[in-house]
């Protein structure tokens, strides 16, 4: 990961820790790729648990729980899960298919606690045009960039309205990304 990558990625941690509830005792992270948000978290918080499909397998390290595999998928051999205060989903959704997406807002619904917070970032789709300028310039790795697919993140409520209500949406960086916050309805 390169120096721009791992400013973006902070700012956009920043951003997304700004809203986290102040009783959170349970995090979970959707896309965690090395953990580094709910490192972030602190002692205060017991339980992080996460789920990447690029981690090499199912571990736990440093009291964080790492699952191998694709959201909400990947969940199904962990019954054990949630519920949980706050669930992370950062830089992630706009890889989803529309299915996975309906299938993500289920499975969100069902893994937060009765007050917990679902916090999103999704990023402009002018963002994908200068990602690929960055990547050309060797500016950033870019991580599947490929994969965003025309996503409107305006479209994004649409998707998580049917089992979470909106709490409050805003632009960050410039106005090049979105924060989504959602609670149960």
């Known amino acids: 990961m390169k120096l721009l990558d791992k400013f973006i990625r902070a700012w956009r ?6 809203y986290l509830p102040v009783s959170t ?3 979970f992270d959707i896309g965690c790729d090395d953990g580094f948000l709910l490192k972030q978290l602190g002692r ?5 648990e996460c789920v990447d499909p690029r981690i090499s397998g199912d571990i736990s390290i440093d009291g964080l729980k790492l699952i191998k595999g694709y959201f909400p998928k990947a969940l199904e051999n962990h019954t054990t899960l949630g519920p949980y205060d706050v669930i992370f989903s950062l830089a992630v959704f706009e890889h989803f298919s529309e299915d996975d997406l309906q299938a993500s807002a289920t499975a969100i619904s069902n893994l937060l606690s009765d007050h ?9 789709p ?10 050309f310039l060797r500016l950033i ?11 409107n993140p305006t479209e994004l409520e649409g998707y998580l309205s049917k089992t979470l209500k909106l709490i409050e949406a805003k632009r960050f ?8 916050v959602f609670g149960k309805k």
């Open 13 to 18: 941690v920043k951003v997304a820790l700004s």
């Open 173 to 180: 960086q410039l106005g090049l990304n979105y924060v989504y």
């Open 126 to 135: 002018l963002v994908d045009r200068i990602l690929d300028v960055l990547l």
């Open 25 to 27: 005792l349970s995090a």
């Open 44 to 48: 205060s918080v017991i339980r992080k």
């Open 141 to 151: 790795d870019g991580q599947a960039t490929e994969e965003h697919h025309g996503f």
């Open 116 to 124: 917990g917070r679902l916090i999103v970032t999704v990023p402009h």
